[in-house]
């Protein structure tokens, strides 16, 4: 059975303070990695999908790397404004449609 | 309208009361999704929908009931809910269930609450 899990379950940074949000994964055969942004009471914001150990992609002060074991989410100099829930998710297997959440990472930034 | 939307936002019902979701994505995608989010709990995927065809039903109990009528569109009707069924219900849409590279976008979801 996948599994997922990401680590810290809340973070609470000063603005300009940088730090990374880890996922580990356990799958047979990832097809693919996610993460995604979810404000309180919203829908999952899609960010971005890492396919293959050793990618990375950057979006403003996001940055999301992958390795065999785990994914890590790279926040620089962030601001109040990045305050949010982010989901790490896998597609693996047979599937290309199947997604396995973990439980997210509550990041807090206080100004 | 863009991307993917849901209504009602917010949906207060008794045990006794039908009623229903919708979801309608405008990104000319061909798979519909539904999950639920409790607190605390990881995404669940309940219903999977490709070309209008049903092709997923993850275990979910029958007082939940999915419609698809176009590749835009897609219900889910509820009836005789329990309060443990209150929840956030998301709707997600993707090119095609089958396809490489198959990200899913996600509606702000109908916050679900069983009296």
């Known amino acids: 059975e996948d599994q997922v899990t990401q680590s810290p379950e809340a973070l609470r940074l000063q603005e300009g303070e940088s730090s990374s949000l880890n996922c580990s994964y356990t799958v047979s055969g990832l097809r693919g990695l996610f993460w995604y942004r979810q404000d309180p009471g919203k829908g999952p914001e899609f960010l971005f999908t890492?396919?293959?150990a050793g990618e990375e992609k950057e979006k403003e002060r996001l940055k999301a790397t992958l390795t065999k074991k785990e994914s890590f989410l790279h926040i620089t100099a962030p601001k109040p404004e990045d305050s949010a829930t982010y989901l790490c998710?896998?597609?693996?297997?047979?599937?290309?449609?199947?997604?396995?959440f973990g439980k997210g990472t509550l990041l807090t930034v206080n100004p | 309208e863009t991307g993917v939307t849901q209504t009602p936002r917010h949906l207060v019902m008794g045990m006794t009361n039908k009623k229903s979701l919708k979801c309608e994505q405008h990104?000319?995608?061909?798979?519909m999704y539904w999950y639920k989010q409790s607190a605390k709990k990881p995404l669940e995927l309940m219903f999977v929908y490709n070309f209008k065809e049903q092709t997923e039903n993850n275990s979910v109990p029958s007082r939940f009931s999915p419609e698809c009528p176009n590749s835009s569109h897609l219900f889910l009707h509820l009836h005789t809910l329990q309060p443990e069924d209150s929840a956030l219900y998301l709707c997600?849409?993707?090119?095609?269930?089958?396809?490489?590279?198959?990200?899913?976008?996600f509606g702000p979801g109908t916050r679900l609450t069983v009296l």
């Open positions: 998710a896998v597609q693996a297997g047979d599937s290309n449609y199947k997604l396995t």
């Open positions: 890492l396919y293959s």
């Open positions: 997600a849409s993707s090119q095609d269930r089958d396809r490489d590279y198959n990200e899913q976008f």
């Open positions: 990104l000319g995608h061909n798979a």
